[in-house]
């Protein structure tokens, strides 16, 4: 059997094409050309665009036997019941709809019954405020049809309007009591008429359509998986799906997701209870992570320096270190602020570039443990934790991570995880193994902490948790003397 898998992450197209006899695995990658000035909202039809061609160039000349999906989650589009474009995809990093969500945080009641009810934060990334935001403008949502590029993309193949519940989990429409899109949320949002994917299961599939069989040089016919969210099947893709084990990305922003069989709910509503397509996920995610790095580097340095010159700069020896918040993007976990801002605190004169550098690696580093010990906190210490983005093209940044967690991490060697897990997805649903080959790691690599280098950072972390209880939205900052 030949799956081609297609991938709409945030900044690339991608493919995968898997062969089951031959246990080939050809990845193909394209950055997405996206127009406008605002790079956080996409034309829906262009991406599907530049990922059915990129598609047809993977699968030319050989015969696909299934075709599977995988995207981002919270993104949202409004469309006419034809698919016809009302807004563009208003993908996670857009945050329209954070005074809105200020606003309604001020509830505490209402944040903790919507939180208890889908899982979801008030917090502007999620569809069911994106809706909201453009209701309040004035916008009529009754019979549009509200979607996402993942879910745009199966209805372009295949004329379905459905979706998965674990795709649906990352709108905040969606019930943690049961499976199916929350109604009295619906309602209490004011969004009552606004018209929603069939939900189906994962393994569900659906006929490809003559038009878009001529398109992707695919047979029409040829089954076409309900997708999923890339960071559900980042779990897949890891064998990371047994209770107790942890994926840890950093990339584009930074994800932790712990496996469980049950929908965990924080006290302090601090981690997202979402489905996945094999149970359920208690995560928490930071947005700024790779995406701060690349912003410092050429910031810092300018658009000619390399990450693989600046590696060897970086030093683990102890010295006074400025603090850099990364809230660039805004904060998703643990406090939800989405009007949260990023910066430099504690600058010196004799700190130069490389230790304001360096310094963004310890923030975002120091966020994602801020997270973790939540996750902790409500679920207990993982059994494992699997670490993979482009955090381990740098041995230094690697190191870092797991000296600040006082974690072993099992280093995945696994290029595009989230696709590989479309592609096992796919296998599952067709009765066949998803343990390919190819496709499994059997002897990760593992980083080891370093106890007297975790010490120092127990240290600094304080100091981090001091400055971000400082900086939170209203607070006044005052400099450390």
Not at 108 to 116: H, V
Request: hydrophobic content about 40%; overall charge negative; charged content about 20%.
């Amino acid at each position: 059997m030949i799956i081609l898998a297609l991938e709409a992450s945030t900044t690339s197209a991608k493919t995968m094409l898997f062969d089951t006899e031959t246990q080939e695995v050809s990845v193909r990658t394209r950055r997405f050309v996206i127009g406008g000035e605002d790079a956080s909202i996409r034309d829906a039809e262009s991406i599907f665009t530049q990922l059915v061609q990129l598609g047809a160039e993977a699968a030319a000349g050989r015969r696909i036997d299934r075709v599977a999906l995988s995207g981002t989650w919270h993104g949202m589009t409004l469309r006419e019941p034809d698919l016809s474009p009302i807004t563009g995809v208003q993908e996670w990093p857009y945050t329209g709809a954070q005074d809105l969500c200020a606003q309604l945080r001020v509830d505490e009641d209402f944040t903790r019954w919507f939180y208890e009810r889908t899982g979801c934060m008030v917090n502007a990334i999620y569809p069911a405020f994106k809706l909201m935001l453009l209701r309040s403008q004035g916008m009529d949502v009754s019979g549009r049809l509200a979607m996402d590029q993942n879910s745009y993309t199966f209805a372009r193949l295949t004329g379905r309007r459905w979706t998965s519940r674990a795709q649906a989990s990352g709108t905040g429409l969606l019930a943690t009591a049961h499976d199916d899109w929350d109604a009295e949320v619906i309602a209490r949002l004011g969004l009552d008429g606004v018209a929603l994917p069939e939900l189906v299961d994962a393994d569900v599939s659906a006929a490809l359509t003559p038009e878009a069989a001529s398109l992707l040089g695919v047979a029409a016919g040829t089954p076409v998986q309900i997708p999923g969210p890339d960071g559900a099947l980042n779990q897949v893709g890891s064998d990371a799906t047994a209770a107790g084990d942890m994926t840890f990305s950093m990339g584009t922003s930074g994800a932790l997701r712990l496996a469980g069989a049950e929908p965990a709910l924080s006290p302090r509503m601090s981690t997202w209870a979402y489905r996945s397509t094999t149970g359920w996920l208690s995560g928490a995610a930071a947005s700024g992570c790779t995406n701060c790095v690349d912003w410092a580097k050429d910031q810092l340095f300018g658009g000619g320096m390399t990450f693989e010159a600046l590696e060897p700069k970086l030093s683990a020896v102890e010295r006074d270190m400025p603090l850099f918040m990364p809230f660039l993007f805004g904060e998703r976990c643990p406090g939800w602020q989405d009007q949260r801002r990023g910066g430099f605190l504690e600058l010196h004169p004799r700190h130069g570039r490389m230790d304001m550098y360096q310094a963004v690696l310890h923030g975002v580093v120091y966020s994602l443990y801020h997270c973790y010990r939540e996750l902790v906190a409500l679920n207990g210490e993982p059994r494992r934790i699997i670490l993979s983005g482009g955090v381990l093209s740098s041995p230094f940044w690697t190191q870092l991570t797991a000296d600040v967690f006082g974690r072993e991490m099992e280093l995945s060697s696994l290029q595009h995880s989230s696709i590989a897990g479309a592609v096992k997805t796919a296998l599952r649903a067709a009765g066949l193994s998803p343990r390919q080959p190819a496709l499994t790691e059997t002897d990760r690599e593992v980083v080891t902490p370093d106890p007297r280098r975790t010490a120092h950072h127990a240290g600094e972390f304080e100091r981090y948790l001091e400055a971000y209880a400082r900086t939170m939205p209203g607070q006044n900052v005052r400099g450390r003397s």
